[in-house]
């Protein structure tokens, strides 16, 4: 049905940058939010960063003014850009979208297979 596929995850330094990507694919209608989420381990799934259809943005505080999510709808992609990066934010970070499929259809939670952030200090 809806396949989403992250990538530009990997290792950096304290202080470093990396972007993510996340393209959605298949039988898709519309989207409307996308967003990122992290889970290191032994803690649960937390929100980092999410945008609206119309480009609206809400961050947790932990990441204001280090990270930006951005969307390009015309490629149904999300995007992810993290600054100032941190040993905390070392985790696993997860693409969401929630979409449509037809024209009519409920709106439904899709999620990507995750990529791995590790930030050494």
């Known amino acids: 049905q809806v396949q989403l596929v992250e990538s530009g995850g990997g290792l950096v330094q304290a202080g470093g940058s990396l972007r993510l990507s996340c393209v959605a694919s298949g039988t898709i209608f519309s989207i409307g939010s996308m967003g990122w989420y992290r889970q290191a381990p032994g803690k649960q799934r937390d929100q980092v960063a999410i945008i609206t259809s119309g480009g609206s943005t809400n961050y947790a505080d932990s990441v204001k003014g280090r990270f930006t999510i951005s969307r390009d709808n015309a490629k149904n992609a999300v995007y992810l850009r993290m600054n100032s990066l941190k040993p905390e934010d070392t985790a696993e970070y997860y693409c969401?979208?929630?979409?449509?499929?037809?024209?009519?259809?409920?709106?439904?939670?899709?999620w990507g297979q995750g990529t791995q952030v590790t930030v050494s200090s």
């Open positions: 969401n979208a929630v979409v449509a499929l037809w024209r009519g259809s409920r709106y439904e939670n899709y």
